[in-house]
């Protein structure tokens, strides 16, 4: 597999990083995880092509969790939150301009001075238990950690429990949310699995994880992110009362079989299932008119890669990103072409890569629809949709 966002410009094409995709699961700890990772600095760097407030459904979401933030944890004089991966701002940004003291740490430079110039207080490090250290000295404790889509990308999680330990005042909440393994197994939505994605959380794997640094899980939230994610709410432990959804998702967990290899199993003929299903139908659809894809997301790496999908299959991709426009995509080397490419000739048919904002991205492109264009879908099953979701 290539880098999930390793967008090329034509130059960049003929030399190309490939690594080993594998996922693994631990008979012990129940944690799922890729085998190996790429080095860290060849996906987070000043030219990272992810910027977190393209979503204005992520804006309004991240926006709700400081609301909460703010009204429950935040009582205290002079409270201090801090968040990990914090990209472009989009959730601190609720509390610079409030004025309540805040960092974001974010290793992506250009993501990261893209928050600065918002006001964001931002500081372009990787999270660890030195940086954790430093920041205590520097700060003082927080309120709250909260990191969204970013503990699932860091391979050294012990370091960075340790660095949650040491930053956290005694009845502060350690926030995080990532896409759930639940959800993935469910859906089928094995364009999760990617570079990036270095573990897939599950409510047991992160309780074990926890345990082993003093701390528990004092609620859980499942969320309609991003195909599916859980947001784990950790504290020191005996510190705060535990919600008795932490018990009921566990026994979810337990009857989805997210512990016994043979859920595996069946979820590898899933895949392998919906990879012919989807090339058949591309195939098909070709004949008929012309195909297009909308949103170069990570996740369209996987499925480009892992089904063989080219330019013979997808004409080019759409999306809103300047930093991804006018690139090649990993691996697979299909054009991303601004949105207006899309918009002002209308492919007969569009595979929506962008899948986990199809609310929003169904809602706006009724046009598309009342000119003959149709939406190919893959998540949880291939097909072609006529209706919005
Ligand atoms: N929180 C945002 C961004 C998620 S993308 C959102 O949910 O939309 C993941 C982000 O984590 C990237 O911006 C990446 O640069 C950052 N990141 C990667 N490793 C990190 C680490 N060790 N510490 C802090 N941030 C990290
Ligand atoms: P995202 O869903 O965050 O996926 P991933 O985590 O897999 O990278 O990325 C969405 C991509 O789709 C991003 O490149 C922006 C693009 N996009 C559009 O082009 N138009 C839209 O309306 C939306 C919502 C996203």
Redesign the pocket.
């Known amino acids: 597999m290539p880098l999930?966002?390793g967008f090329l410009t034509e130059h960049q094409a003929n030399n190309e990083y490939f690594f080993e995709l594998e996922v693994g699961a631990c008979p012990n700890c129940h944690m799922v995880q890729l085998v190996r990772q790429p080095e860290r600095e060849l996906m987070f760097h000043d030219e990272y092509?992810?910027f977190?407030s393209?979503?204005?459904?992520?804006q309004e979401h991240f926006k709700k969790l400081a609301t909460k933030i703010q009204s429950r944890y935040c009582s205290d004089e002079d409270p201090f939150v801090v968040e990990l991966g914090s990209n472009d701002g989009i959730m601190l940004k609720n509390f610079a301009q409030k004025g309540i003291r805040h960092l974001g740490v974010e290793p992506s430079e250009n993501v990261a001075k893209a928050a600065i110039r918002d006001g964001v207080n931002t500081i372009s490090e990787f999270f660890d238990e030195t940086v954790a250290q430093r920041i205590a000295e520097q700060y003082g404790l927080a309120n709250t950690i909260s990191a969204a889509?970013v503990i699932c990308h860091i391979p050294y999680l012990h370091s960075v429990l340790k660095g949650v330990k040491k930053l956290l005042k005694a009845d502060g909440l350690f926030i995080f949310e990532d896409p759930y393994l639940g959800d993935i197994v469910q859906k089928i939505s094995y364009?999760q699995i990617y570079d990036e994605h270095v573990f897939y959380f599950s409510v047991e794997s992160v309780s074990n994880l926890v345990q082993m640094h003093g701390m528990e899980i004092v609620d859980v939230e499942h969320l309609d992110v991003?195909g599916g994610s859980m947001r784990y709410y950790i504290a020191h432990k005996d510190r705060h009362e535990v919600s008795q959804s932490v018990g009921r998702q566990l026994s979810h967990e337990h009857l989805l079989g997210l512990t016994h290899q043979q859920t595996y199993n069946q979820f590898r003929q899933n895949v392998e299932q919906s990879k012919v299903q989807l090339v058949t139908l591309l195939q098909a659809l070709n004949q008929k008119g012309r195909v297009a894809a909308?949103?170069?997301?990570?996740?369209?790496t996987t499925v480009t890669n892992y089904c063989g999908i080219g330019t013979s299959l997808i004409e080019y991709i759409?999306?809103?990103?300047p930093i991804?426009q006018g690139k090649l995509s990993p691996g697979a080397h299909i054009p991303v072409l601004p949105?207006e490419h899309f918009s002002n000739e209308y492919p007969d048919f569009a595979l929506l890569?962008?899948w986990?904002?199809a609310k929003?991205?169904m809602q706006?492109e009724t046009e598309f629809l009342a000119q003959g264009g149709k939406w190919v879908i893959y998540v949880p099953s291939v097909g072609i949709v006529n209706d919005s979701l």
């Open positions: 999930a966002n092509a992810f977190s393209t979503s204005k459904r992520q889509n364009d991003h909308y949103g170069a997301t990570s996740k369209s759409s999306d809103t990103t991804k949105y890569f962008a986990n904002h929003e991205i706006k």
